[in-house]
């Protein structure tokens, strides 16, 4: 038996019913917000991903890369954010009134499979393509906020400034220096990361418990006036708004090209639901206008396992009929569905108290029976399962009856 590659999944049964309630909230909050769908391919250029300037691990060496039968050197995406750059760049989007975009689709990357982590991922994403400035920035995290609380999931906002690019040069040569003494005792990762990525180093769960990784020196005392007032501000409004969060200096991101502003959304069993932050030199060394951006991107299988849901597809109309009044049943039935009632027929040859006992099992609003009576008169009989009330109405009344029903009962 052939099975599915390591580090995926199948989505189904309940799950697959959570994961449409899951992307029609999102959905549905980001149209209050102003954002536009933007859906960019699955497999892009390597060289989109692989920038001289980008030494993230995530990119060096976790990503799907191949030859078509072209010799084009491709990479499976590992990540959204460069791809609607790219998108935005190719297409001129940033000429566009609105510059709010959001993505919902898979991400590939080669890392060790665990609970939380798969090879192929789904992400749901942002892009505001804007300068740095406090509300855009604070407008960002407020819309993740308001996704996780409208799926009532408990988690906590880590933010961090991590500064312009020259704070943030001066900060990495004082880090260097000082990781340089410690040298022997950093794990064989972060060893290399001095060399070409020392932020990364903030990050890494194997040296965190070291005793001078306390007192490595801290991005906050790096900061300018003009980056602490921004910061302050930022502070402020998630006061005001109410979002939990805790103000955490050694928060860095994968990605090379963030600056300013990057948090993370952590649950509470500290797993990272989303993760994100500003980028300003992003879009033009993309080869587009000198414009910054802020972003945010959710995992959504932590999402997905982050919140209960009820199902509340509840079963309209359980159609029973004798074998004999199939054809008719299944018209009845079509009549009922282009209505938008969720209603089945037991299409089965089997006797009418079977049929009858195993819909019930279903707890369908109302029961509708068919037999040769009903057929000959154009009626149908129907039955309310709650009350047992029971009448037979005329078969072209049946939508009008259904629609004053649950008008009545809305919240059947
Ligand atoms: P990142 O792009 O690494 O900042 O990740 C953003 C979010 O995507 C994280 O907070 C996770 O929720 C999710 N994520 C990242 N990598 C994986 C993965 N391999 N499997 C599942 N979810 C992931």
Redesign the pocket.
Known sequence: MIKRPKGTYDLFGEDSKKWQYMESVIKKILKTYDFNYLRTPTFEETNLFKRDDEKSE?VTKQTYDFEDKSGRKITLRP?NTAGAIRAIIENKLYLEKNKNFYYIGSNF?Y?RPQK???RE?F?FGIEVINDRDYLVDFNVLLIASKILKTLKIKSTLLINNIGSESERAKYNKELSKYFTKYQEKLCPDCKERLSNNTLRILDCKVCSSNQFFKKAPKISDFLGKDSKEYLNKIERLLKEYKINYKYDTNLV??LDYYSDLVF?FISSENQ????GGRYNNLIKDLGGPDVGGIGF???L??LLNSFTFNDNDKLRCFIISDTLQKDYSYRVLNKIRDSNFYSKLDYSDRNFGKKLKSSLKEEPDFLIFIKDEEEKNKTVTIKNTKTQKQETIKEKDLIDYLNKFYKGNENA
């Open positions: 995530m990540e990357r890392e939380g982590r798969f991922f992400q991101r994968g993370e990272a639901l989303c993760g991107a959710f995992g299988e932590r």
